[in-house]
T-cell receptor, first 111, second 117 residues
Framework: KNQVEQSPQSLIILEGKNCTLQ??????????LRWYKQDTGRGPVSLTI?????NTKSNGRYTATLDADTKQSSLHITASQLSDSASYIC??????????FGAGTTVTVRA | GAGVSQSPRYKVAKRGQDVALRCDPI?????LFWYQQALGQGPEFLTY????????KSGLPSDRFFAERPEGSVSTLKIQRTQQEDSAVYLC???????????????FGPGTRLTVL
């Protein structure tokens, strides 16, 4: 039933390495897609937002891509830091007020 | 503070007790949302307010759940006769408009972690 699927469920990377998170969605109609970062014990914080016409968006070391034809998105983290340890949630919105959340990918960065 | 605040941050209730969770949205935000987040899952929509009007409560799991925003600012989520399956983090978010369009964002509070024993 979940319209937003994320993979992997979790991953562990060494500090300084890169990683890529995946998101597939079936939400329709589509308005925009966001990636949120949720630190443990905190609420989600928006990292990037992309509309149908955008296929890439960067925010510092975070780069998101969107393929609206295949309904896939990715979030790439470059040169990871310990502070990147968090859950990353893919969120898709239609034309109304409801957001559809993925289950998130838990990223653990180790020194 | 400038962000969304929630209280209490943690609540432990015995099964059958009533609880009330509070949300203070960002000043001036028209829209307010409540979400339920189970462990290891993304948030699930519960209810939506535009000012004091509750426009959508379709996500509330049962009639034990009740939310209000009487003056269009602070909101309270009340759960009556709590059950173990109510254990979750309850997130509140606010936005200028609906928070789903470009240029408008839902800002989340830190959540209230409810544990029902």
């Amino acid at each position: 039933k979940n319209q937003v699927e994320q993979s992997p469920q979790s991953l562990i990377i060494l500090e300084g390495k890169n990683c890529t998170l995946q998101c597939n969605y079936t939400v329709s109609p589509f308005s925009n897609l966001r990636w949120y970062k949720q630190d443990t014990g905190r609420g989600p914080v928006s990292l990037t937002i992309m509309t149908f016409s955008e296929n890439t968006k960067s925010n510092g070391r975070y780069t998101a891509t969107l393929d609206a034809d295949t309904k896939q998105s990715s979030l790439h983290i470059t040169a990871s830091q310990l502070s990147d340890s968090a859950s990353y949630i893919c969120v898709v919105s239609a034309d109304d007020y409801k957001l559809s959340f993925g289950a998130g990918t838990t990223v653990t960065v180790r020194a | 503070g400038a962000g969304v605040s929630q209280s209490p941050r943690y609540k432990v209730a015995k099964r059958g007790q009533d609880v009330a969770l509070r949300c203070d949205p960002i000043s001036g935000h028209v829209s307010l949302f409540w979400y339920q987040q189970a462990l290891g899952q993304g948030p699930e929509f519960l209810t939506y307010f535009q000012n004091e009007a509750q426009l959508d409560k379709s996500g509330l799991p049962s009639d034990r759940f009740f939310a209000e925003r009487p003056e269009g600012s602070v909101s309270t989520l009340k759960i009556q006769r709590t059950q173990q399956e109510d254990s979750a983090v309850y997130l509140c978010a606010s936005s200028h408009r609906t928070g789903t369009l470009v240029g408008d964002t839902q800002y989340f509070g830190p959540g209230t972690r409810l544990t029902v024993l």
